[in-house]
């Protein structure tokens, strides 16, 4: 069955613009959360949703924003781009119970110029 | 906070040779751990879990982990590397709850000398 999708797989942003990044999950899995990978910070969580709900969010500012559509896909927003937003921003789905594995995408590596 | 430490940043080894990654989280409580390769420019990979049972588990291309509940680590083992094992390795925890959090350890970058 197919993989994690992710689109677009590059962007370039001049700051303070903003931009949407979509994924589409393992058909039957309902939980997609989303990280941002960075060489200094690493791998560090931004949100999860599962059934269209936003059941937990890591340390980000508000200009991170995500939703979750019927069908799982998911979309992530972050407004007023920084430099230091550029990172490769992985998405990940599961079944979504703890003791369930994730699933990742190839990711979308943001540069911020 | 749950956090998870992996010790060896870098490593370099020569094919044939053992592989021992160090991974210690912090949560006294049921975790869940995994192990995820990052071969270059690839994304990421399971290459083993671990939920309960046998805390021996194995998973892909002979890797194998031990969890040591008393020790709070969970150490990826290879017997015999090979060229094509270079890649990053991280650990990870997932947080108990009500939803699905994985907590990273910040990697370890394997380098193997043909």
């Known amino acids: 069955k197919a993989g994690v999708t992710q689109t677009p797989r590059y962007l370039i942003k001049t700051r303070g613009q903003q931009v949407t990044l979509s994924c589409s999950p393992i058909s039957g899995h309902r939980s997609v959360s989303w990280y941002q990978q960075t060489p200094g910070q690493g791998l560090q969580f931004l949100f999860e949703?599962?059934?269209?709900?936003?059941?937990n969010k890591g340390n980000f500012p508000g200009r991170f924003s995500g939703r979750q559509f019927s069908n799982s896909r998911s979309e992530m927003n972050v407004s007023t781009l920084e430099l230091g937003d550029s990172a490769l921003y992985l998405c990940a789905s599961s079944y979504g119970a703890s003791n369930t594995e994730a699933f990742f995408g190839q990711g979308t590596r943001l540069t911020v110029v | 906070a749950q956090s998870v430490s992996q010790h060896n940043h870098h490593v370099i080894l020569s094919e044939a040779a053992s592989l021992e990654l160090g991974c210690n989280y912090s949560?006294?409580?049921?975790?869940?751990l995994f192990w995820y390769v990052q071969y270059p420019g690839q994304h990421l990979q399971l290459l083993l879990k671990y939920f309960s049972g046998d805390p021996l588990v194995k998973g892909i291309k002979g890797f194998e982990a031990e969890f040591i509940k008393s020790k709070f680590s969970f150490n990826l083992r290879k017997p015999s590397v090979q060229w094509s094992d270079t890649a990053e390795y991280f650990c990870a925890v997932n947080e108990p709850g009500s939803s699905y959090k994985l907590i990273f350890g910040s990697g370890t970058r394997l380098l193997v000398r043909p």
């Open positions: 949560y006294g409580g049921t975790v869940n």
């Open positions: 949703y599962f059934s269209e709900t936003q059941r």
